[in-house]
């Protein structure tokens, strides 16, 4: 049975899934800009892309950046995301470098939580897992598959190993080739939720034949997704306002009056 996770007051893993809104621009003055405007809507989530940063190499000033972020964003929990080009980010960087860039930013206190790719990872996947919950950070375990989509018992074997390793909630997003692929995300998701997870999860279909994945959470147990104001940060994402209409229709048609 999943355990539902409690952010600065936003609790994920029950209802309606929560939206995470992502921050892509390239200069430190454009993110504090775009921060101050999603500091006025309704959102549960912002993450912040430091891979379309332009300094995002040079730690102290990702760290700078992060701080001014937090300040412009209030009580709105932050994630931190880092995503490598192996997993479909805009730049490469080493992996003793990621790490550090990690941890740095759970250490910092300015982010509630961090994505670790987990299988870009290996062996260090855990490390920082751990050191980022001692920091006093959460984790998104995640993988990223730009080109494919898996058979459904390996995505639901990516799942459980990203529960396993300890992450807080685990997550996959896979790219579709045909329909088939969006109901094989689908069907893997709904099996994670029902069989074996004891976290919430977060799954996705990414590109525009993904759309169904991206509303349809509450229904086969993804809890959070994606929406944008302004910059995507994955192929198939949808404007906030749009989502979250369909979000509310969906719960209000399974019957749940939370």
Not at 199 to 209: G, K, L
Request: hydrophobic share 40%.
């Amino acid at each position: 049975m999943i355990q539902p996770l409690t952010i600065r007051g936003v609790t994920i893993g029950e209802g309606i899934p929560k939206v995470i809104v992502p921050i892509v621009e390239t200069s430190r003055e454009a993110i504090l800009k775009k921060a101050e405007e999603l500091s006025s809507l309704d959102i549960q989530m912002v993450e912040w892309r430091a891979d379309f940063y332009e300094d995002s190499l040079c730690e102290a000033e990702t760290l700078r950046t992060l701080a001014g972020l937090r300040k412009q964003l209030g009580g709105i929990p932050l994630l931190f995301t880092f995503r490598t080009a192996q997993e479909g980010g805009v730049r490469p960087i080493d992996p003793d470098a990621y790490a550090s860039l990690n941890g740095a930013v759970a250490s910092s206190g300015d982010a509630d939580v961090v994505d670790v790719e987990v299988f870009s990872g290996g062996e260090r996947a855990k490390e920082s897992i751990d050191a980022i919950h001692a920091a006093g950070a959460f984790v998104i375990g995640s993988n990223h598959d730009h080109h494919a989509t898996p058979d459904r018992e390996e995505l639901v074997s990516r799942l459980r190993r990203i529960q396993q390793l300890g992450a807080d909630i685990a997550k996959v997003a896979v790219m579709p080739q045909s329909k088939a692929d969006v109901l094989t995300l689908l069907a893997a998701t709904l099996e994670m939720y029902e069989n074996y997870a004891d976290r919430p999860i977060i799954t996705m279909s990414m590109a525009p034949m993904g759309v169904l994945s991206r509303i349809s959470g509450e229904i086969f147990g993804s809890s959070m997704t994606f929406g944008t104001v302004g910059g995507l940060s994955a192929p198939g994402q949808i404007p906030i306002g749009e989502l979250q209409s369909c979000l509310r229709i969906l719960h209000g048609a399974s019957g749940d009056t939370d």
